[in-house]
C-alpha cells in the first residue's frame, strides 16, 4: 500500500487507525482544533491554508468531523478542492448508526430506512448524502461508516466507574450497540485496502443494555455497581437522555462479508476483559 491519506479529525478513532496502518502509507496528515507540531489547524472557521495542498496530492480522505449547525464546515470549505484533487481515489466518512432511529430494538441493517430522532442524527444523515453526491461527482468510491458508541483504552466503563461518572438508568427494552476503537480501525484499513465503497454498520455482535454493561465492568474490578435507577429519575443531562431515543439493533453482517472484517473483540465481554488484563484501560499505554 502506498497511500497520502489525510484525515479531517485527527481525534481518538483516526489514531487508532494510523497505528494500525503503521508505516505502510506514505504519509498520514490530519487536523485538530488547535493545530500543533504535527496537526493542521481546523475549526469550522479557522483554516491552515496547507490542507489545500494536502488535498491535492492526497490519495485516500478520511473524514471524521462532525456537521455542525446547518452545514457540514468540510464540504463547506473544501468540496472545490476535494473534487479537484488529482490524485484522489477513496474517501471514509465516518457517521453513526444514530441515523437510524427508533426500531424498538429490532435488528437494522445497511438496507434499513434511517429515522434519526435527534436533531443531531439528522444533521449526520444529511451530510452523508452530500458527501455522496460529492463523491458520486468525482467518481470515486464513498465508504459511510456508521459506527456505534466507541470503547477502548482510556474511554470505557471501568474509567466511567474510576470518575463517579457510571449510572445504570433502566429504560426497558433498551439496547445500546457499541464497538471496540480498535475493530473500527481494522475496517477502514480493510476498506482503504479494497477501495471499497457503500455503507458499513460498525458494531460489535452484542447490543446490550447500559445498565448490564457497567454491571458487568463493575464485577471485573470487584467494586459494587451504581444502583438501577428509571430512566425518568436518572437526572441525566440532555445530551446523555438523548442517546436514549434511539433503540435498535445494528447489524454488522455487511462489513464482514464485504470488508473481510473479522472482530477481535466480538462483544463488550472480550473488549473489557481485554483491558482490564492489559492494563492498558486508563489510557492508550498501559
Known amino acids: 500500500m502506498s497511500e497520502r491519506i489525510f484525515v479531517f479529525g485527527m481525534g481518538y478513532t483516526a489514531t487508532a487507525f494510523a497505528g494500525t496502518l503503521g508505516d505502510r502509507a506514505e504519509w498520514i496528515r490530519g487536523t485538530t482544533r488547535s493545530g500543533d507540531n504535527d496537526t493542521r489547524r481546523f475549526?469550522?472557521?479557522?483554516?491552515?491554508?496547507?490542507?489545500?495542498?494536502?488535498?491535492?496530492?492526497?490519495?485516500?480522505?478520511?473524514?471524521?468531523?462532525?456537521?455542525?449547525?446547518?452545514?457540514?464546515?468540510?464540504?463547506?470549505?473544501?468540496?472545490?478542492?476535494?473534487?479537484?484533487?488529482?490524485?484522489l481515489r477513496w474517501i471514509a466518512y465516518l457517521s453513526t448508526v444514530g441515523v437510524y432511529g427508533n426500531?424498538?430494538?429490532?435488528?437494522?441493517?445497511?438496507?434499513?430506512?434511517?429515522?434519526?430522532?435527534?436533531?443531531?442524527?439528522?444533521?449526520?444523515?444529511?451530510?452523508?448524502?452530500?458527501?455522496?453526491?460529492?463523491?458520486?461527482?468525482?467518481?470515486?468510491?464513498?465508504?459511510?461508516?456508521?459506527?456505534?458508541?466507541?470503547?477502548?483504552?482510556?474511554?470505557?466503563?471501568f474509567v466511567a466507574l474510576t470518575e463517579g461518572r457510571a449510572h445504570r438508568a433502566v429504560k426497558p427494552g433498551q439496547v445500546f450497540?457499541?464497538?471496540?476503537?480498535?475493530?473500527?480501525?481494522?475496517?477502514?484499513?480493510?476498506?482503504?485496502?479494497?477501495?471499497?465503497?457503500?455503507?458499513?454498520?460498525?458494531?460489535?455482535?452484542?447490543?446490550?443494555?447500559?445498565?448490564?454493561?457497567?454491571?458487568?465492568?463493575?464485577?471485573?474490578?470487584?467494586?459494587?455497581?451504581?444502583?438501577?435507577?428509571?430512566?425518568?429519575?436518572?437526572?441525566l443531562s440532555p445530551m446523555a437522555l438523548s442517546f436514549y431515543a434511539g433503540n435498535a439493533r445494528v447489524s454488522n453482517q455487511k462489513a464482514k462479508a464485504d470488508l473481510g472484517l473479522a472482530l477481535r473483540y466480538p462483544s463488550y465481554r472480550e473488549g473489557l476483559a481485554a483491558l482490564w488484563r492489559d492494563g492498558n484501560w486508563k489510557s492508550l499505554q498501559p
Do not use: C
Open 43 to 87: 475549526d469550522g472557521d479557522a483554516v491552515d491554508p496547507a490542507i489545500a495542498a494536502d488535498i491535492a496530492t492526497a490519495t485516500a480522505l478520511i473524514v471524521s468531523v462532525p456537521p455542525g449547525e446547518g452545514a457540514d464546515p468540510v464540504l463547506a470549505h473544501f468540496a472545490e478542492a476535494i473534487a479537484a484533487a488529482p490524485a
Open 103 to 157: 426500531y424498538g430494538g429490532a435488528w437494522v441493517t445497511e438496507a434499513t430506512t434511517p429515522h434519526p430522532a435527534t436533531d443531531r442524527a439528522r444533521a449526520r444523515l444529511k451530510a452523508e448524502r452530500e458527501w455522496t453526491a460529492l463523491a458520486a461527482r468525482r467518481n470515486i468510491p464513498l465508504a459511510v461508516f456508521r459506527i456505534a458508541g466507541i470503547y477502548g483504552p482510556g474511554r470505557n466503563a
Open 177 to 235: 450497540n457499541r464497538i471496540h476503537v480498535d475493530d473500527i480501525a481494522a475496517a477502514l484499513v480493510a476498506s482503504l485496502q479494497r477501495q471499497a465503497g457503500g455503507i458499513f454498520n460498525l458494531a460489535d455482535n452484542l447490543p446490550a443494555p447500559p445498565d448490564v454493561v457497567i454491571a458487568h465492568a463493575a464485577g471485573i474490578m470487584g467494586v459494587p455497581p451504581p444502583p438501577e435507577v428509571p430512566l425518568a429519575e436518572a437526572g
